[in-house]
């Protein structure tokens, strides 16, 4: 688990809390599961999950909320509400919503290859039924760097220590560098003719976030990014893995036989590369005080795409 400052502790304690008031929940022995831009909880006394977001981002916590509902009536392999609470759950400060818990084999890795039947089944469907927002991971990105661009205060002061410190440019300056990669990745994307049929993707398909079920079956969750556009999309972070974090290329090839495309002999792949990695290198730099395991890997990350090179980058914990 990545390392906190004291006060972001507290900030995601007094989160837990109010959350759990508003829902009749006892947060009594909670445990932090996973923070990047959600934080998740596992409620032991309720046997749920909390998914506690900023409350900015309240419209995407109603979204997919909806959005879960939905998948649950298609009987689409992903995680499920919790049942009997009113969701979403909101507080003036934050908002969130309640999983089912799914109890873990203790060590176990999901492959690659067990995103192949959720993904087709994603992959399926054309629609859900109501408007899902358009695949555009570049305006997300893009926002998120403007947010960091527009601090202020301690958090400004501590942006500008980092990354003169910590990545060796002005923060001005490195910005100004995302705003043009951002605007050639965008370029390139648009241009860009996807071999398979757009449809529903899940938006950020990793193995990271698949789970095993009651019935022993591999499901999704993080349901954040459903949207619609080009189904290689969410062949990408299996693909971006092998080149970039170090991760078995014989996992991916598992996976591109079960799906039946190999994205990485794709020539759309050099694009969707491009993208990925502004995603990653902007998904947190909007919230990085508090956070110093986080802020030294995103140094690293940044310093390695302004160079062009080819140096492993790690995961967050």
């Known amino acids: 688990m990545t390392t906190l400052s004291s006060g972001e502790h507290d ?9 759990a008031s508003a829902a009749g929940l006892d947060p009594a022995g909670a445990v932090l599961l996973r923070y990047t831009m959600n934080a998740v909880y596992k409620l032991p006394a309720a046997n749920l999950v909390l998914r506690i977001a900023p409350a900015a981002n309240r419209s995407t916590v109603y979204r997919v909320t909806k959005i879960a509902h939905r998948l649950a009536e298609l009987d689409l392999p992903t995680v499920r509400l919790a049942p009997g609470l009113q969701e979403p759950i909101e507080t003036p400060d934050w908002a969130a919503t309640a999983w089912t818990y799914l109890q873990q084999i203790p060590g176990k890795r999901h492959r690659q290859a067990e995103l192949a039947r959720p993904l087709l089944a994603f992959h399926s469907l ?25 601090a202020r205060d301690g958090e400004l002061e501590y942006l500008q220590t980092w990354a003169s410190g910590q990545v060796g440019l002005d923060l001005s300056d490195l910005v100004d560098w995302l705003r043009r990669r951002s605007r050639s990745v965008r370029a390139a994307a648009a241009s860009t003719d996807w071999l398979l049929p757009t449809s529903v993707i899940h938006g950020d398909a990793h193995a990271g976030n698949l789970l095993t079920d009651t ?17 290689e999309w969410d062949l990408v972070p299996a693909a971006h893995g092998v080149e970039r974090f170090g991760d078995p290329r014989e996992q991916y090839d598992e996976l591109s036989a079960g799906y039946g495309f190999d994205l ?12 990925r990695e502004l995603q990653i290198v902007t998904s947190v730099i909007d919230g990085l005080p508090g956070r110093p395991d986080v802020a030294h890997e995103l140094a690293h990350r940044l310093r390695s795409l302004i160079a062009g090179d080819t140096a492993t980058w790690h995961r967050y914990r």
């Open 11 to 19: 900030r995601l304690d007094t989160a837990l809390r109010d959350i």
């Open 126 to 150: 054309n629609d859900l039924g109501f408007p899902l927002p358009q695949w555009d991971p570049i305006s997300r990105a893009q926002s998120r760097l403007e947010t960091a661009a527009a």
């Open 264 to 275: 990485l002999s794709s020539p759309t792949w050099p694009t969707l590369r491009s993208v």
């Open 215 to 231: 019935r022993g079956q591999s499901v999704l969750c993080d349901l954040d990014s459903v949207s619609i556009g080009p189904p």
